[in-house]
């Protein structure tokens, strides 16, 4: 007995201990590891970061990344973009419970600093690390009042309250502090200890009901299969390339029509030439009187009686309107699948290219069926005693006109695609080649005062955010749930940038060459213009709509929506009137 | 005063007695109506505050808030749709405490939603907070009144009705 209670008692030990040892390392939530992290940079007394301007903002965003938070990649080292994720805490009575800063909460302030050339002010981060620490970038000064060491250093929170300490850190004088918590969604599985029930308000029911809503409409799909993923991946993908290549066909378009209104009269007449063949018009009427008329060259009758099957009072007769209806439609079908075949002129919208493009083609239509019908009379032939001479005789004449058709055939088939592909062309931009005056003039005022929110300062900068957006459209790769915002918000991005490039508002190396080249060009200067505002006027404000609607829901669907102007209600962002408090 | 004339002052007076009558009968009638709609927003304020409240602090709100978000509410009254219910378990306590809230300010609970609340969107199934919105009905307005309101309880001056909603503010 004594033997089995000092084992047991031994293996208790060794449970307790193995377990306190893993509890220790279980316990260590997200937060404490943030907090740690920061207070490692304060223990280290040396700067292990890269030479940055805002050694704060690094060191709070890598430490959030260290304890877990999903922070965006190309977010890491902008204050701005880090608060974006964060939500002011309400200071109404300190308690933790009700909002008070806690473990890994930061606090954004402004730090001013005298300067040669007036005060200098930075915004700056610094972390929460404990009930009444933080961890701030600065300078500390030494006993003998000289500064001492530019580093992380741990003060009161009472700092950012109503001026600096004074004492502690001379140099540091911060304005404008708030207490802000990072959005818990962004903690792992949003196991973040520290979320309380909250405080509730009351909201308009208006609003509620619009934003529920607009919710219920637009579930999030919850099928996360493999085959989802991959099937919206190549979904948004292809959005994201038809829409560009339907911007650089617009690109196109203005680029030739511009070209043409510098050429003068050459280009005159050839944009009024355009302007014909791109006038677009109902071919229902066309269609329906060469029916009428083929009708009538076979039976002015036969073409009565068609007329009469096809009207719907007629057919309302209740025998003569059936047997009416049977005889004069079928003949109204026949002749009209043949004016369809025979002059490829059909019902519904179409326009002078395509007209132009089908009676061009005649020919080669017409010798196909003329051979057609030979070889089936030489066939029937076979079975009758008098078709073989018809047979022969069709197939002599049909050969014989066969070699010119192909000729003519051959000729006219790049006309012919051209066509098509110019009647898709003036599908996509009517504006374009239908109005032949000066658009561009017209719109342009409009256009100019328009700040763009992208402006890439320099050549290294652009190439950072170009390998930062990389960096992060390459890291969907194993966030599968972010690759549609991913790709739709790099999109956006790319866009912009290029719309702000052409439009000589952003710059780079690209288009700084771009532009000393076009300055010697002021005409294609002028279309180089005109495609970035198009750019701008089209592709920048659906790929902006459906960034935004990809990051509050996965799939396609979102970005079809966004397409069709269903966004989601505005949301009154609280923070300002937090702010104010 | 000859007796037609006396008839016809008689008349006129009875006439104006009734009027006034009349006018303090739809006056008072008015004034409970307006009370009882105050008496439903308050009611429905306390509702949608509690549930908010209860919903967020959920044991299982992370649960409730990804279901949520892929389109299963908490649906109350009103046609909901089987299909887009979250589970009854995950529900239920949210209904309780309607229930007790309404039975406490002495309304009736017409419709009771638990969503998500749309700040919280992501593309990843993350969880996020949750809003409700809740419609009640006052009992009537006023005593006596069943004769007036009988059968016609969905009318807003016999049954006045009240929306509310509320969310977390961060």
Same mark, same amino acid.
């Given at each position: 007995?004594?033997?089995?209670?000092?084992?047991?008692?031994?293996?208790?030990?060794?449970?307790?201990?193995?377990?306190?040892?893993?509890?220790?390392?279980?316990?260590?939530?997200?937060?404490?590891?943030?907090?740690?992290?920061?207070?490692?940079?304060?223990?280290?007394?040396?700067?292990?970061?890269?030479?940055?301007?805002?050694?704060?903002?690094?060191?709070?965003?890598?430490?959030?990344?260290?304890?877990?938070?999903?922070?965006?990649?190309?977010?890491?080292?902008?204050?701005?973009?880090?608060?974006?994720?964060?939500?002011?805490?309400?200071?109404?009575?300190?308690?933790?419970?009700?909002?008070?800063?806690?473990?890994?909460?930061?606090?954004?302030?402004?730090?001013?600093?005298?300067?040669?050339?007036?005060?200098?002010?930075?915004?700056?981060?610094?972390?929460?690390?404990?009930?009444?620490?933080?961890?701030?970038?600065?300078?500390?000064?030494?006993?003998?009042?000289?500064?001492?060491?530019?580093?992380?250093?741990?003060?009161?929170?009472?700092?950012?309250?109503?001026?600096?300490?004074?004492?502690?850190?001379?140099?540091?004088?911060?304005?404008?502090?708030?207490?802000?918590?990072?959005?818990?969604?962004?903690?792992?599985?949003?196991?973040?200890?520290?979320?309380?029930?909250?405080?509730?308000?009351?909201?308009?029911?208006?609003?509620? %009901? #619009?934003? =529920?809503?607009? *919710?219920?409409?637009?579930? +999030?799909?919850? $099928?996360? !299969?493999?085959? @989802?993923?991959?099937? &919206?991946?190549?979904?948004?993908?292809?959005?994201?390339?038809?829409?560009?290549?339907?911007?650089?066909?617009?690109?196109?378009?203005?680029?030739?029509?511009?070209?043409?209104?510098?050429?003068?009269?050459?280009? %005159? #007449?050839? =944009?009024?030439? *355009?302007?014909?063949?791109? +006038?677009?018009? $109902?071919? !229902?009427?066309? @269609?329906?009187?060469? &029916?009428?008329?083929?009708?009538?060259?076979?039976?002015?009758?036969?073409?009565?009686?068609?007329?009469?099957?096809?009207?719907?009072?007629?057919?309302?007769?209740?025998?003569?309107?059936?047997?009416?209806?049977?005889?004069?439609?079928?003949?109204?079908?026949?002749?009209?699948?043949?004016?369809?075949?025979?002059?490829?002129?059909?019902?519904?919208? &179409?326009?002078?290219?395509?007209?132009?493009?089908?009676?061009?083609?005649?020919?080669?239509?017409?010798?196909?069926?003329?051979?057609?019908?030979?070889?089936?009379?030489?066939?029937?032939?076979?079975?009758?005693?008098?078709?073989?001479?018809?047979?022969?005789?069709?197939?002599?004449?049909?050969?014989?006109?066969?070699?010119?058709?192909?000729?003519?055939?051959?000729?006219?088939?790049?006309?012919?695609?051209?066509?098509?592909?110019?009647?898709?062309?003036?599908?996509?931009?009517?504006?374009?080649?239908?109005?032949?005056?000066?658009?561009?003039?017209?719109?342009?005022?409009?256009?100019?005062?328009?700040?763009?929110?992208?402006?890439?300062?320099?050549?290294?900068?652009?190439?950072?955010?170009?390998?930062?957006?990389?960096?992060?459209?390459?890291?969907?790769?194993?966030?599968?749930?972010?690759?549609?915002?991913?790709?739709?918000?790099?999109?956006?991005?790319?866009?912009?940038?290029?719309?702000?490039?052409?439009?000589?508002?952003?710059?780079?190396?690209?288009?700084?060459?771009?532009?000393?080249?076009?300055?010697?060009?002021?005409?294609?200067?002028?279309?180089?213009?005109?495609?970035?505002?198009?750019?701008?006027?089209?592709?920048?404000?659906?790929?902006?709509?459906?960034?935004?609607?990809?990051?509050?829901?996965?799939?396609?669907?979102?970005?079809?929506?966004?397409?069709?102007?269903?966004?989601?209600?505005?949301?009154?962002?609280?923070?300002?009137?937090?702010?104010?408090? | 005063?000859?007796?037609?004339?006396?008839?016809?002052?008689?008349?006129?007076?009875?006439?104006?007695?009734?009027?006034?009558?009349?006018?303090?009968?739809?006056?008072?009638?008015?004034?409970?109506?307006?009370?009882?709609?105050?008496?439903?927003?308050?009611?429905?304020?306390?509702?949608?505050?509690?549930?908010?409240?209860?919903?967020?602090?959920?044991?299982?709100?992370?649960?409730?808030?990804?279901?949520?978000?892929?389109?299963?509410?908490?649906?109350?009254?009103?046609?909901?749709?089987?299909?887009?219910?979250?589970?009854?378990?995950?529900?239920?306590?949210?209904?309780?405490?309607?229930?007790?809230?309404?039975?406490?300010?002495?309304?009736?609970?017409?419709?009771?939603?638990?969503?998500?609340?749309?700040?919280?969107?992501?593309?990843?199934?993350?969880?996020?907070?949750?809003?409700?919105?809740?419609?009640?009905?006052?009992?009537?307005?006023?005593?006596?009144?069943?004769?007036?309101?009988?059968?016609?309880?969905?009318?807003?001056?016999?049954?006045?009705?009240?929306?509310?909603?509320?969310?977390?503010?961060?």
């Amino acid at each position: 007995v004594r033997r089995l209670l000092v084992s047991a008692a031994a293996t208790l030990v060794a449970l307790g201990m193995v377990g306190a040892g893993t509890t220790a390392a279980a316990a260590m939530t997200g937060r404490e590891h943030a907090v740690a992290c920061m207070r490692a940079h304060v223990a280290d007394g040396r700067v292990t970061l890269p030479d940055t301007q805002s050694p704060d903002v690094e060191a709070v965003s890598r430490c959030l990344d260290e304890g877990g938070a999903r922070l965006p990649v190309r977010e890491a080292r902008d204050v701005h973009a880090l608060e974006m994720h964060c939500s002011a805490l309400p200071r109404a009575s300190g308690l933790p419970e009700d909002g008070a800063p806690g473990d890994a909460d930061v606090v954004f302030y402004t730090d001013s600093v005298p300067g040669a050339g007036g005060e200098l002010s930075r915004r700056r981060v610094a972390m929460v690390v404990g009930e009444d620490e933080a961890i701030v970038w600065s300078m500390s000064r030494s006993r003998d009042g000289a500064f001492d060491r530019l580093g992380f250093h741990v003060v009161r929170l009472g700092v950012f309250g109503t001026g600096g300490s004074g004492t502690v850190l001379d140099p540091l004088h911060p304005r404008d502090a708030v207490f802000e918590r990072l959005d818990p969604a962004l903690w792992p599985g949003s196991t973040d200890f520290r979320r309380s029930p909250g405080r509730v308000a009351l909201v308009r029911t208006d609003e509620m %009901a #619009a934003r =529920l809503g607009w *919710a219920a409409d637009h579930p +999030r799909d919850a $099928d996360t !299969t493999f085959w @989802h993923q991959a099937t &919206t991946f190549f979904a948004l993908t292809g959005f994201l390339l038809s829409g560009l290549i339907s911007g650089l066909v617009d690109a196109a378009i203005d680029l030739l029509r511009i070209i043409c209104e510098h050429l003068g009269p050459v280009g %005159a #007449a050839a =944009l009024a030439l *355009a302007s014909i063949l791109g +006038r677009h018009f $109902d071919g !229902t009427w066309l @269609h329906r009187g060469l &029916t009428v008329l083929l009708l009538a060259l076979i039976d002015p009758w036969l073409a009565i009686l068609a007329i009469a099957g096809t009207l719907p009072p007629v057919r309302a007769i209740p025998v003569l309107g059936w047997l009416l209806g049977i005889t004069g439609g079928t003949a109204w079908s026949i002749a009209s699948f043949l004016i369809s075949a025979g002059l490829g002129i059909d019902e519904g919208e &179409t326009s002078v290219l395509s007209l132009a493009g089908a009676i061009a083609t005649l020919p080669f239509v017409w010798a196909r069926g003329g051979a057609l019908l030979g070889r089936l009379a030489a066939l029937g032939g076979r079975l009758t005693p008098w078709a073989p001479a018809v047979g022969r005789g069709w197939t002599a004449l049909t050969l014989r006109f066969r070699p010119a058709a192909a000729v003519v055939y051959r000729g006219l088939r790049p006309v012919t695609e051209a066509g098509a592909v110019a009647d898709e062309l003036v599908g996509l931009a009517p504006s374009s080649l239908l109005d032949a005056g000066r658009w561009l003039d017209r719109v342009r005022p409009g256009w100019d005062g328009i700040d763009l929110p992208v402006s890439v300062g320099s050549r290294a900068a652009a190439l950072r955010s170009g390998a930062l957006h990389a960096a992060d459209l390459f890291s969907s790769s194993w966030r599968p749930g972010q690759r549609s915002g991913a790709l739709a918000t790099q999109g956006a991005h790319l866009s912009r940038w290029l719309a702000a490039g052409l439009r000589r508002r952003g710059h780079g190396w690209p288009f700084d060459r771009l532009h000393r080249w076009l300055g010697r060009r002021p005409s294609w200067a002028n279309a180089v213009d005109a495609a970035g505002n198009r750019l701008q006027h089209r592709a920048v404000p659906v790929l902006d709509e459906a960034a935004r609607a990809a990051r509050f829901h996965q799939g396609a669907a979102a970005v079809g929506d966004a397409l069709n102007g269903q966004a989601p209600p505005p949301i009154p962002d609280p923070r300002p009137r937090l702010r104010s408090w | 005063v000859r007796r037609p004339q006396r008839g016809a002052v008689s008349l006129l007076m009875a006439l104006l007695a009734s009027m006034l009558a009349l006018a303090f009968g739809i006056a008072v009638f008015l004034g409970a109506a307006r009370g009882a709609e105050e008496h439903a927003q308050s009611g429905a304020d306390a509702v949608a505050h509690a549930v908010a409240l209860r919903a967020n602090a959920l044991d299982r709100r992370d649960e409730l808030s990804i279901e949520a978000q892929a389109g299963r509410w908490c649906t109350q009254g009103g046609e909901a749709d089987p299909a887009a219910e979250a589970d009854g378990e995950l529900c239920t306590p949210l209904f309780d405490e309607a229930a007790r809230i309404a039975a406490a300010n002495d309304v009736e609970l017409v419709t009771v939603v638990v969503g998500p609340d749309t700040r919280d969107l992501h593309a990843a199934p993350v969880p996020g907070r949750l809003a409700v919105l809740v419609v009640v009905a006052a009992a009537g307005p006023a005593a006596g009144s069943p004769q007036l309101c009988g059968r016609s309880d969905a009318t807003p001056l016999c049954r006045p009705e009240a929306a509310s909603a509320a969310e977390l503010v961060w």
